[in-house]
């Protein structure tokens, strides 16, 4: 189901079932919870695809480029302009969102408007400035009607990321939706079981937590969220 903001902002709202993670799944310590090892996800490396343009691609520059001219699936037919992503190529965080809304297809920009605002605000809880942030989604075309990617769009739009992964070399990610956190560690489970854990893309840390357009809809998921959060936080600073 999609839960989408007044911006057009969409993110996959979770199900009755997708509800925090049992306390079972931490491990308690003295002085704070560690969350317990998840998903391990370690797609092939560069070097089998060294003829790949997207894998020659040296910098975000180039990989927002290669976006850009990309028409390997329909969305590129609707689109006002790609969304590739933005922040600095060293940057410690990567915030991953589901794909653009209405105001992020206007402006090649991503999480702008009332979910980017919230994003903002939370980052900053966590002493975190935003263009201190690289932040991206799965997919970088807008979705018609905000309606979740499918799966050949995902396809198509996945080696993007990777690469961008790759550049940055962050110190954690944080994948914020269901359809975020599905795509990038290659599961069917959902978010409610994903949290609570840490999980590695290619060995890099990764926390799943809600999409910021689905706590301007339910407030009550902005406790978890910001306890989501607070680990990432943590994963910085070790």
Known sequence: MILADSTGAGSQEPEAGD??????????????????????????????????????????????TLIAACRACKLCDGRTNTVPGEGPANAR????GEG????????GRPFVGRAGELLTKILEAIKLPRDQVFICNIV???????????????AACLPFLHRQIELVKPKAILAMG??????LLSTKQSLGSLRNQIHRFRGIPVVVTYH????????????????????????LDD
């Open 212 to 235: 910021p357009a689905a706590l301007l809809r339910n407030p009550h998921w902005k406790r978890p969220t910001w306890d989501d959060v607070r680990i990432a936080a943590r994963l």
């Open 93 to 96: 965080l990567v915030v991953v």
């Open 140 to 154: 970088k075309c807008r979705p018609p009607e905000n309606r979740l990617p499918q799966y050949d769009e995902v």
């Open 178 to 183: 269901g359809t975020a956190a599905q795509s």
């Open 19 to 64: 509800s925090p993670a049992p306390a079972s799944a931490v491990i308690q310590t003295p002085d704070s919870k560690i969350p317990a090892p998840g998903i391990s996800f370690d797609p092939p490396s560069a070097d089998l695809f060294a003829n790949d343009p997207i894998q020659r691609a040296t910098s975000l520059e180039d990989v927002a």
């Open 100 to 107: 653009p809304g209405r105001t992020e297809d206007e402006t």
